[in-house]
């Protein structure tokens, strides 16, 4: 009797957790929307100033806090709050410029006319893109509109096959995997079997994608901000199997609506004294280089992340 009630009890929970999933998702396309009526400059103005009220009163606002609390205890309430309020209004305009990618992305290599995207590390995508016998990782963190950076990568004729972690609210994540298969390539959902699928991509020489700033509940013990925290492996196991090149990339938003898209040079990864790749410490070196983009630019980073451990 006791099992039927705590089952019934859990069906009720799963089809309220699934009419709240519901409502806020149609609240957010209600959003997208109305957005979609304005132009764009005036949209993403308009959604900026508003995340940038409503975001404080939110109960990741306080997340975010504590995590800027203890990534900077030497600034003030002020500094942080006002980090806070530019993480929301980063965060606004990446939701409303999945409505405006075409009008965004206007970057031409062909062009010397400048528009809202400029690239540097043009010479280094061109030598990619030339290098058909080997296979290459390019790694990111949730900066700017880092969504902008595999469009990037086709315009230089690289397909780039991008890991990625879709959003807990499955209408949600219907509606923007169906935004990204359009502007994006091919994507792999951070799930059991992802691993296997970037493998083979890999082993025919491709190019793979991912996002390395997020919490991996069994990942390597690494250090953020020098607070522990987990980092998930898998970039530097496939990096040490297939020998393969590591690039790191990032976007930067830019004044007036612009953004800067920077390739890096490789990264030279650590080696053990066998001279394989050392897991922990590329672990480690991807968190280092993220944290250096993170506090050149710690407005534009995704603060309400839970990413150090508890």
Request: glycine share 6%; net charge positive.
């Amino acid at each position: 009797m006791k099992l039927d009630k705590k089952l019934a009890l859990y069906r009720w929970s799963q089809r309220l957790k699934s009419v709240n999933y519901w409502l806020s998702a149609n609240i957010i396309f209600g959003t997208l929307w109305l957005l979609r009526q304005l132009p764009a400059k005036a949209a993403m103005d308009f959604i900026d100033a508003s995340a940038r009220k409503i975001g404080p009163l939110m109960g990741r606002h306080r997340v975010a806090m504590t995590n800027l609390r203890k990534a900077y205890p030497e600034k003030s309430e002020e500094e942080l709050q006002q980090i806070a309020r530019d993480m929301w209004g980063n965060m606004a305009r990446l939701t409303a410029e999945y409505v405006f990618l075409d009008a965004i992305f206007d970057y031409d290599p062909h062009s010397d006319k400048q528009g809202l995207i400029e690239v540097q590390g043009r010479e280094i995508f061109e030598r990619i893109r030339d290098e058909k016998d080997r296979p290459h990782i390019f790694f990111t963190g949730h900066t700017g509109n880092f969504e902008l950076l595999p469009i990037c990568a086709a315009t230089f004729e690289l397909n780039v096959t991008a890991l990625f972690r879709p959003p807990n609210n499955p209408y949600v994540a219907k509606k923007i995997l169906g935004a990204r298969r359009t502007n994006m390539g091919h994507l792999v959902p951070s799930k059991a079997g992802a691993a296997w699928s970037l493998a083979s991509v890999l082993n025919a020489d491709g190019n793979v994608g991912m996002l390395v700033d997020q919490k991996f509940h069994r990942g390597i013990p690494t250090t953020f901000f020098n607070r522990p925290c987990k980092t998930n492996p898998l970039l530097a196991k496939l990096a040490r199997q297939y020998e393969c090149d590591v690039y790191p990339a990032r976007c930067v938003r830019l004044p007036g609506g612009r953004f800067r898209l920077e390739l890096e040079e490789k990264m030279e990864l650590p080696r053990d004294e066998k001279g394989a790749i050392d897991l922990t410490a590329t672990a480690q070196a991807l968190n280092d280089k993220v944290e250096s983009w993170v506090r050149e630019y710690p407005g534009q980073w995704m603060w309400f992340h839970k990413r150090w451990n508890k």
